[in-house]
């Protein structure tokens, strides 16, 4: 089992990028997903989580701004990102909680860069 992220890019500061991340390979199920990000010299955070029956959690800083969604018929993992600011810049990793023939565990994309400019 693989995640695929994607969408990622360099934006003006106001505008929008869709991330998606895709789980590929023979996943048995798939319980919570998530996106986490991390800038330059600092740690990895939490940016939003969503639950396999769509229920989403969001960090205070992306409230109102960041939207998580998800398809279980593609195994695919959105996260919308509107109105962005400089702080958002950083490389944004997929995460999801996979059964597969090796067991129940974490799994984490490749990241893909977001640079927003000022």
């Known amino acids: 089992v693989q995640l695929q992220a994607s969408g990622g890019g360099l934006v003006q500061a106001g505008g929008s990028l869709r991330l998606s991340c895709v789980v590929s390979g023979r996943a048995f199920s798939i319980n919570g997903m998530a996106w986490y990000r991390q800038a330059p010299e600092k740690q990895r955070e939490l940016v939003a989580h969503?639950?396999?029956?769509?229920?989403?959690n969001y960090e205070d800083f992306v409230k109102g701004r960041f939207t998580i969604s998800r398809d279980n018929a593609e195994n695919t993992v959105y996260l919308q990102m509107n109105s962005l600011k400089p702080d958002d810049t950083a490389v944004y990793y997929c995460?999801?909680?996979?059964?597969?023939?090796?067991?129940?565990?974490?799994?984490w994309g490749q990241g893909t860069q977001v640079t927003v400019s000022s």
């Open positions: 995460n999801a909680n996979v059964l597969d023939r090796t067991g129940r565990s974490a799994r």
């Open positions: 969503i639950t396999s029956d769509g229920i989403a």
